[in-house]
């Protein structure tokens, strides 16, 4: 969708047209009657609640609000207007501030002048129908004869009147339902710094108090435009807070885990609710610990799984927004090819050629494995030049690719003949090699994509160092490219799966710009042109955020090269969202780091131009419609 002025779409709307001509003090009046209202339709809402057993427990009586002003309406006749040959109406609108039921002039607050339509031509006459023709007469009908009268049927006899039943035994007390609670805190943090949110339900361990898995539904209002913002400024001024070696991040719970240089403590593990952010760890104490180096950083279990460096040895770490911790301290350290893999059934980890389920234990499950990789709802991985998969083992098979399952195949990225990476499957019948024809390294920028029955995939052809989107139909068992046009998809930016299409960065004759893919040759086309001429707006870190997608990217202001800055993009084109160094500057937005979702905000690392690459926040409320916006 993209983004315009109009903020009513969805649930967020913007009110900016309506003024009333009020004293601050009346304005102050009308925020506290808006929000009572709101408390009073919500605690109406949660009356109808149903709760266990047979009572409930009632609430006092609230006191009587305060009664407001009316509104009035008035609408005039007027004739012999300049504007309105036909005549029309003056409409005045306004609060009836004195209570005398009459709209003063120092009431009105609006006016508007609606004038009446004019009277249309009159249309030809209709051709004259065609004349039916008379139907016959029916054959009258032979009288029936009366029927037999019946005879009167006899009274029956008078039933015996049945003994009294025996008084039934007092039913068992019910127990206490269970209280509805709702609270209201002012907010003056995050994304609204002058708002309020509204929490409702149900007090389950009768405390009286709304805990926050107790919550079951809330509503938020901010009475000024949501706030984004740089939010650390680890290595004072301008210095560079991230590099190559320290840029993972993650979300778990509305937080925001990220790994950040300062000055103190070197790059250790970091946490942000919003516009402020806290270390959480200092495991190199006096130097870098480098988090997620190598294994990156991993959600599972209600964790932040990553590695790190304690100054002697890389082992392997665990975090929430509590602290940090050593999960385990491995006799080899962890190191470049390493992988840590959540699948459904565990916690999986390749450490020095060692294969470990982490939801289990750490005994050593395999030796000698590599390239582990997500496979359906399990594992996948080579060992003595096997590929081992859900209990199965096929010979001279090098995994080169994650594995995707589309309910009846596996499909993944392998080598077993020395020419290269091909396609395979595996189904009921067993490993199949689907392709012959792939160049060196395919699926090396977006992996294996499914949509529309296709399996999507970068790769070169053989003979040609161009890469192309390609597409393998397993209803025809055929391979093809949707759109030789277009070439290195998914370097700069990677893919996303959004409402049954891909969006990826491309190179085409329009530069690289923003792409997107239904599966279709047709569908398979440049979404939108943010540097034309040619020039290359090269989008980085595609996300998907409130249904909408955005990417980092190049764009102009008039004639002039703003840089790298926040856009939002549908099938009218680019819209700016955010640009965290305004003006010509370039900003630099995603050379580290990738956007982010986590709560109210969009997380991503770009420089404003004071301060070296730091960490910006983005609150996306009138994305997510998360926000009542009162503008």
């Known amino acids: 969708m993209a983004m315009t002025d109009d903020k009513s779409e969805g649930n967020v709307k913007t009110i900016k047209d309506f003024k009333p001509q009020q004293k601050t003090e009346q304005k102050s009046s009308n925020r506290s009657t808006i929000l009572l209202s709101v408390g009073v339709i919500c605690a109406l809402i949660l009356a109808g609640i149903p709760y266990m057993d047979d009572q409930i427990t009632n609430g006092k009586d609230g006191l009587d609000g305060n009664k407001g002003d009316s509104s009035l309406i008035t609408a005039t006749p007027l004739v012999n207007l300049d504007d309105c040959a036909t005549g029309g109406y003056q409409i005045k609108i306004g609060l009836d501030d004195d209570g005398d039921n009459y709209l003063d002039i120092d009431e009105q607050d609006a006016s508007e002048i609606i004038c009446n339509g004019q009277q249309g031509l009159s249309g030809p006459q209709g051709l004259n129908g065609v004349n039916g023709s008379s139907g016959e007469d029916g054959i009258q009908g032979n009288p029936g004869n009366d029927g037999i009268s019946g005879s009167n049927g006899e009274n029956g006899t008078d039933g015996v009147n049945g003994a009294n039943g025996l008084n039934g035994a007092n039913g068992i007390d019910g127990e206490d339902g269970f209280s509805t609670l709702s609270t209201t805190r002012s907010v003056s943090e995050g994304p609204c710094l002058d708002g309020v949110i509204f929490e409702f339900g149900i007090d389950e361990d009768s405390d009286s108090l709304l805990n926050r898995s107790e919550t079951d539904s809330s509503l938020a209002i901010c009475f000024e435009s949501l706030q984004s913002n740089r939010i650390t400024d680890n290595l004072v001024n301008a210095g560079d807070s991230f590099s190559a070696n320290c840029q993972n991040s993650a979300t778990m719970d509305d937080v925001f885990y990220f790994s950040s240089y300062d000055i103190a403590f070197g790059c250790e593990l970091w946490a942000s609710r919003g516009l402020n952010s806290t270390r959480l760890s200092d495991i190199n104490n006096g130097g870098d610990s480098q988090i997620g180096k190598y294994l990156g950083m991993v959600v599972a279990e209600d964790k932040i799984w990553f590695d790190a460096w304690d100054g002697t040895s890389r082992d392997l770490y665990r975090a929430d927004d509590k602290g940090v911790e050593l999960f385990a301290d491995f006799a080899t350290d962890i190191d470049t090819g390493d992988r840590l893999v959540h699948a459904t059934n565990g916690l999986y980890l390749q450490a020095a050629g060692d294969l470990y ?83 060196t390294g395919p699926g090396q920028y977006m992996g294996l994509n499914l949509i529309a029955g296709l399996v999507v995939f970068d790769a070169p052809l053989t003979g040609s160092p161009d890469i192309h989107l390609l597409a393998f139909d397993n209803s025809n068992l055929t391979l093809f490219n949707l759109n030789p046009a277009l070439s290195s998809p998914g370097m700069s930016g990677g893919v996303i799966f959004s409402d049954g299409k891909l969006f990826f960065d491309c190179d085409s004759t329009s530069g690289t710009e923003m792409c997107i893919s239904d599966g279709t040759v047709s569908g398979t086309k440049v979404l939108a042109d943010v540097m034309t001429g040619g020039s290359d707006s090269d989008p980085r870190d595609i996300m998907v955020v409130g249904g909408e997608v955005v990417a980092l990217a190049k764009g102009w202001n008039g004639s002039a090269n703003i840089g790298y800055a926040l856009y939002s993009y549908s099938d009218a084109g680019a819209t700016l969202l955010w640009d965290p160094q305004p003006g010509v500057g370039d900003s630099q937005a995603g050379l580290y780091g990738e956007i982010t979702v986590a709560g109210d905000f969009l997380y991503f690392v770009a420089e404003d131009g004071n301060y070296g690459q730091e960490l910006h926040a983005y609150a996306h409320g009138e994305l997510s419609n998360t926000w009542i916006v009162l503008d």
């Open 357 to 439: 389920n982490l939801s289990d234990s750490l005994a050593i499950l395999q030796t000698g494995v590599s390239n582990l990789a997500e496979a359906g709802n399990g594992i996948a991985y080579n060992k003595a030049g096997e590929l081992h998969y859900n209990g199965s083992i096929w010979p001279s098979i090098t995994l080169d690719s994650e594995l995707v399952w589309d309910e009846d195949n596996l499909w993944f990225l392998a080598t077993n003949d020395g020419t290269g990476s091909e396609l395979f499957r595996i189904d009921s019948s067993g490993l199949e090699k689907m392709s012959s024809t792939l160049g």
